[in-house]
């Protein structure tokens, strides 16, 4: 096997691999859109202003913040931030969160890609995490998440959204619980024309050993 040949395609997967890498993108965390839920004071949110965490919005009554920094949140409520972040096609999007809330509550958080930044328009779901609480969950919470596939080029300049509990049954069970520590991050997944060059590359070096 040609050994120029072997460099070229050995240096194009090391600098595939190293853009890939480079790619993570955080959407939301603890410092990023408040996904931690600070706020100034524990309280409901719809008549204690001081109780809504920054960046976030109650649709649907009746979300609460407790004195510890998260959410409780109950089986008619629902909450949105509307990030603002633009959607990144060809990202697959990685939701993670902690959850709890008790038997038959399905604590549940969504993200969408939205038409405008105010959560309006059409709405494609980016990622999704959720759990079926247990009696003997007590105040725990736990940790759960989940990537989604990557966004496809009609979703280029849509927002992330980001949406907790809702006002609807899901899968059988109520949607509420216990919300905390919401991270949202994008990676680009590469396409297959770069996979195949992978490929091709491991192939060579197969080849040359």
């Given at each position: 096997?040609?050994?120029?040949i072997?460099?070229?395609?050995?240096?194009?997967?090391?600098?595939?691999?190293?853009?890939?890498?480079?790619a993570?993108?955080?959407?939301?965390?603890g410092?990023?859109?408040n996904?931690?839920?600070?706020?100034?004071?524990?309280?409901f949110?719809?008549?204690?202003?001081s109780?809504?965490?920054?960046?976030?919005?109650?649709?649907?009554l009746?979300?609460?913040?407790?004195a510890?920094?998260?959410?409780?949140?109950?089986?008619?409520?629902?909450?949105?931030?509307?990030?603002?972040?633009?959607v990144?096609?060809?990202h697959?999007?990685?939701?993670?969160?902690?959850l709890?809330?008790?038997?038959g509550?399905?604590?549940?958080?969504?993200?969408?890609?939205t038409?405008?930044v105010?959560?309006?328009g059409?709405?494609t779901?980016l990622?999704e995490?959720n759990?079926l609480?247990?009696?003997?969950?007590?105040?725990?919470?736990f940790n759960?998440s989940?990537?989604?596939s990557?966004?496809?080029?009609?979703?280029?300049?849509y927002?992330?959204?980001v949406?907790?509990?809702?006002?609807?049954?899901?899968k059988?069970?109520y949607?509420?619980?216990?919300?905390?520590n919401i991270?949202?991050t994008?990676e680009?997944?590469p396409?297959?024309?770069?996979?195949?060059?992978?490929?091709i590359?491991?192939?060579?070096?197969?080849k040359?050993?």
């Open positions: 096997m040609n050994k120029k072997v460099s070229m395609v050995a240096v194009s997967i090391i600098l595939i691999l190293c853009s890939a890498g480079q993570l993108t955080i959407v939301m965390d410092t990023m859109h996904g931690s839920f600070s706020g100034a004071s524990a309280g949110w719809y008549n204690t202003p109780a809504v965490p920054a960046g976030w919005t109650e649709t649907a009746y979300m609460y913040s407790t510890a920094g998260w959410i409780q949140c109950g089986s008619t409520a629902e909450a949105i931030n509307n990030t603002g972040e633009l990144q096609a060809g697959a999007y990685s939701l993670s969160a902690y709890g809330g008790g038997a509550v399905d604590a549940t958080v969504r993200v969408y890609a038409q405008n105010d959560g309006t059409a709405k779901l990622a995490v759990r609480g247990e009696s003997t969950d007590g105040y725990s919470l759960v989940n990537t989604g990557a966004a496809g080029a009609s979703l280029d300049g927002f992330v959204q949406i907790i509990g809702g006002p609807y049954a899901y059988g069970h949607i509420g619980g216990y919300y905390d991270t949202v994008s680009l997944v396409e297959p024309a770069t996979l195949a060059l992978l490929g590359g491991g192939f060579f070096m197969r040359r050993k």
